[in-house]
């Protein structure tokens, strides 16, 4: 079922490949029951079946698919490595949002960098990094990065395919956890996301925390302005810490704090040890 949503939001070339190898490599090791029913028809000592010779053509079939999608998603990324190549050189700092789907980063991109990522409420929205320039409040400038959102028990062929968000990832400077507030089970998510990072060897990259939809949680009876609304949220909550900021990507409420912590942070990890 993911690999059908993730087929259904694929946009670009890369991302259309990425889920074709990841069906591709979901399919190999389960093709071994779908022609058992005709195996007993072999007869005879050292002679096969038709299902055995079916099942055979068609491993040989889908090992020459991932091999040639694989050949050609490495093409892609040499190209992107040598993006990155030329991105280390100018000596920007990278922010790479994280966090599960459907939390709001590419919302929040496209409001941070006046970006026009495709935007929607569904699952996996985002399959495929995007790039954004941003200027903080000191007027330096930093390269932001949407990439694909996590989920629970992630398999390891999305995984495996989804090496250019990996890439991403492990390119940053510094990560931007965005976590949707609104949801019931948002600590759980948030968790699973940590999880995975520390999986991918990211757990000690810096990071803070963004905590969306915060306009969501408020009594649609009365009227705010994001001061007063995050005033009374940061009363009414125990978990805004040093790192962590109250944001509305939908309005653009928390922006300010939320520069002023990119800012902070990626000061922080440039000043020697």
Same mark, same amino acid.
């Given at each position: 079922?993911?690999?059908?949503?993730?087929?259904k939001r694929a946009?670009?070339?890369?991302?259309?490949? =990425? &889920?074709?190898?990841?069906? +591709?490599? #979901?399919?190999?090791?389960?093709?071994?029951?779908?022609?058992?029913? %005709?195996?007993?028809?072999?007869?005879?000592?050292?002679?096969?079946?038709?299902?055995?010779?079916? %099942?055979?053509?068609?491993?040989?079939?889908?090992?020459?698919?991932?091999?040639?999608?694989?050949? =050609?998603?490495?093409?892609?990324?040499?190209?992107?490595?040598? #993006?990155?190549?030329?991105?280390?050189?100018?000596?920007?700092?990278?922010?790479?949002?994280?966090?599960?789907?459907?939390?709001? !980063?590419?919302?929040?991109?496209?409001?941070?960098?006046?970006?026009?990522?495709?935007?929607?409420?569904?699952?996996?929205? $985002?399959?495929?990094?995007? $790039?954004?320039?941003l200027t903080l409040?000191?007027?330096?400038?930093?390269?932001?990065?949407?990439?694909?959102?996590?989920?629970?028990?992630?398999?390891?062929?999305? &995984?495996?395919?989804?090496?250019?968000? %990996?890439?991403? %990832?492990?390119?940053?400077?510094?990560?931007?956890?965005? &976590?949707?507030?609104?949801?019931?089970?948002?600590?759980?998510?948030?968790?699973?996301?940590?999880?995975?990072?520390?999986?991918?060897?990211?757990?000690?990259?810096?990071?803070?925390?963004?905590?969306? !939809?915060?306009?969501?949680?408020?009594?649609?009876? !009365?009227?705010?302005?994001? =001061?007063?609304?995050?005033?009374?949220?940061?009363?009414?909550?125990?978990?805004?810490?040093?790192?962590?900021?109250?944001?509305?990507?939908?309005?653009?409420?928390?922006?300010?704090?939320?520069?002023?912590?990119? +800012? +902070? $942070?990626?000061?922080?990890?440039?000043?020697?040890?």
């Amino acid at each position: 079922m993911i690999l059908d949503v993730f087929a259904k939001r694929a946009r670009t070339r890369e991302g259309q490949l =990425q &889920v074709e190898l990841a069906q +591709h490599q #979901y399919l190999l090791p389960r093709l071994a029951g779908q022609w058992s029913h %005709l195996e007993r028809l072999g007869g005879g000592i050292g002679t096969r079946g038709p299902g055995e010779a079916q %099942l055979e053509t068609d491993k040989r079939l889908i090992r020459q698919k991932i091999h040639h999608l694989k050949e =050609q998603l490495e093409e892609i990324r040499k190209h992107r490595t040598l #993006y990155r190549q030329h991105r280390r050189k100018s000596g920007i700092p990278i922010v790479a949002l994280v966090g599960y789907t459907n939390t709001g !980063k590419s919302t929040l991109l496209n409001a941070l960098s006046q970006a026009d990522v495709f935007v929607e409420d569904k699952l996996f929205a $985002t399959l495929d990094p995007t $790039t954004r320039r941003l200027t903080l409040p000191d007027k330096s400038a930093v390269l932001i990065t949407d990439t694909v959102g996590f989920i629970r028990k992630l398999p390891l062929t999305i &995984v495996t395919a989804f090496r250019a968000t %990996l890439e991403e %990832l492990a390119e940053a400077s510094m990560l931007l956890h965005i &976590v949707d507030l609104t949801c019931h089970n948002a600590a759980e998510q948030w968790q699973t996301v940590e999880d995975i990072l520390t999986d991918l060897n990211l757990a000690d990259k810096p990071r803070i925390t963004a905590l969306n !939809k915060i306009d969501l949680l408020l009594d649609r009876n !009365k009227t705010w302005d994001e =001061q007063t609304a995050i005033n009374f949220l940061s009363d009414q909550s125990q978990t805004v810490s040093r790192n962590t900021v109250l944001i509305s990507a939908a309005k653009k409420w928390g922006f300010s704090k939320l520069l002023e912590l990119i +800012h +902070h $942070t990626l000061t922080q990890i440039a000043q020697p040890a």
